[in-house]
T-cell receptor, first 112, second 113 residues
């Protein structure tokens, strides 16, 4: 079982739809959490950090449930430009430092 | 800001040659940088953690003699793929740590013929 699990998709949704992605992590020592966006053949770019209280950035809302070790991302009013792979990332301690653990990503395709 | 550059962005080489990839933090100093590899339709896999002034820490299964890492300054880490083979063809991405975040370079696409 992978340390960070995501549904690979693809999620094909029409423009304007609301779509939700889920992610689970297995290491309870994980400290911080992020959603990254990766376009085809490009590097990942930070979309938003995820906080226990939940946080929102425009059309994007992220939630963290530490008890269930579950992270979610909600995208409202999807745009064509939202089409990408969304990576769930967990930052956890290891050997006196921290490292990022990436999920395999969820592919989103927003259709006109 | 926190900008990380990588060079080259793309390289095609013959089997058996060595390829060096540079990763630079342009507007901040990074004592720790990371090297990842991503195969098609897969996630980023951490290869090694590069520490300025000391030896890199390699992940399990990554050959340190094949993937040489040097982090000689606070703004530069290099990854050398020695005696590259076609199975080393991949997208190599570096990142640099600033506080508790990592900032990613644009990646280097390596194709070994």
């Amino acid at each position: 079982r992978k340390e960070v699990e995501q549904d690979p998709g693809p999620f094909n949704v029409p423009e304007g739809a609301t779509v939700a992605f889920n992610c689970t992590y297995s290491n309870s020592a994980s400290q911080s959490f992020f959603w990254y966006r990766q376009d085809c053949r490009k590097e990942p770019k930070l979309l938003m950090s995820v906080y226990s209280s939940g946080n929102e950035d425009g059309r994007f809302t992220a939630q963290l449930n530490r008890a269930s070790q579950y992270i979610s991302l909600l995208i409202r009013d999807s745009k064509l430009s939202d089409s990408a792979t969304y990576l769930c990332v967990v930052n956890r301690p290891t050997s006196g430092t921290y490292k990022y653990i990436f999920g395999t990503g969820t592919r989103l395709k927003v259709l006109a | 800001g926190a900008v990380v550059s990588q060079h080259p962005s793309r390289v095609i080489c013959k089997s058996g040659t060595s390829v060096k990839i540079e990763c630079r933090s342009l507007d901040f100093q990074a004592t720790t940088m990371f090297w990842y590899r991503q195969f098609p339709k897969q996630s980023l896999m951490l290869m090694a953690t590069s520490n300025e002034g000391s030896k890199a820490t390699y992940e399990q299964g990554v050959e340190k003699d094949k993937f040489l890492i040097n982090h000689a300054s606070l703004t530069l880490s290099t990854l050398t793929v020695t005696s590259a083979h076609p199975e080393d063809s991949s997208f190599y991405i570096c990142s640099a740590r600033k506080a508790y975040e990592q900032f990613f370079g644009p990646g280097t696409r390596l194709t070994v013929l």
